[in-house]
């Protein structure tokens, strides 16, 4: 079972370049995260959406953009990618409704900015 | 959400049973109590949610506290595998908003 795959696994970019990561679940579920984490840290959530083409700030969505387009993919694009994102991203996906459904994490995207 | 407090590391013997606390002390009537690990590299999974009633699962236990304002998650055996970050985390029992992560504790498991 795939779940939720996240693509590329690692990634380094130069100050100003940009990127699109992907996040592909193949469990149909509406809801779907990114999210970042930084060392030491807890994860932080970035956007998020609720369903096929809407969107949501998290914590801490300035310099990010995201976008939904089908159901399964869930991209998080960096236009002008800055050291401070230099981080480990995580994309995570649910069925909405009550409490008791988990989130479903990736194994995550590790980006460095020089 | 509301938080909840959890000590940064705690250390145990393999094969010995360990519980992991969490403070709560604000939390709402609607709250469930989740807990989530996240082993090295990896992303976070499930571990097991509750409200009010103690809780097992084939992962773990989950002991809530009568008034709710505390919670222990028990590992019954801990193996080396289970050396990871644990958070407890509090979600409306709507579970509509996303979670969200303090910086959990540490688990080191001695073989």
């Known amino acids: 079972n795939a779940g939720v795959t996240q693509t590329p696994k690692f990634r380094v970019l130069k100050t100003g370049q940009s990127m699109t990561l992907l996040c592909a679940q193949d469990?149909?579920?509406?809801?779907m995260y990114w999210y970042r984490q930084d060392p030491g840290m807890g994860l932080r959530l970035i956007h998020y959406s609720v369903g096929e083409g809407t969107t949501a700030k998290g914590e801490v969505p300035d310099g990010y953009n995201v976008s939904r387009l089908k159901k399964q993919n869930f991209l998080l694009g960096l236009e002008s990618a800055a050291p401070s994102q230099t981080s480990v991203y995580f994309c995570?996906?649910?069925?909405?409704?009550?409490?008791?459904?988990?989130?479903?994490f990736g194994d995550g995207t590790r980006l460095s900015i020089l | 959400d509301a938080k909840t407090t959890q000590p940064n590391s705690m250390e145990s013997n393999e094969e010995e049973p360990v519980h992991l606390p969490c403070n709560h002390s604000?939390?709402?009537?609607?709250?469930?109590i989740h807990w989530y690990r996240q082993l090295p590299s990896q992303g976070p999974e499930y571990v097991i949610h509750g409200l009010t009633s103690n809780v097992n699962n084939r992962m773990a236990s989950l002991a809530i506290a009568e008034d709710r304002k505390s919670s222990t998650l028990i590992l019954h055996r801990a193996t080396l595998r289970d050396a990871a970050v644990y958070y407890c985390?509090?979600?409306?029992?709507?579970?509509?908003?996303?979670?969200?992560f303090g910086k959990g504790t540490r688990l080191s498991v001695i073989a």
């Open positions: 469990m149909n579920h509406e809801y």
């Open positions: 985390i509090l979600r409306d029992y709507s579970g509509n908003t996303p979670l969200v």
């Open positions: 995570a996906s649910r069925e909405p409704g009550q409490t008791r459904q988990p989130q479903h």
């Open positions: 604000t939390i709402s009537g609607t709250d469930y």
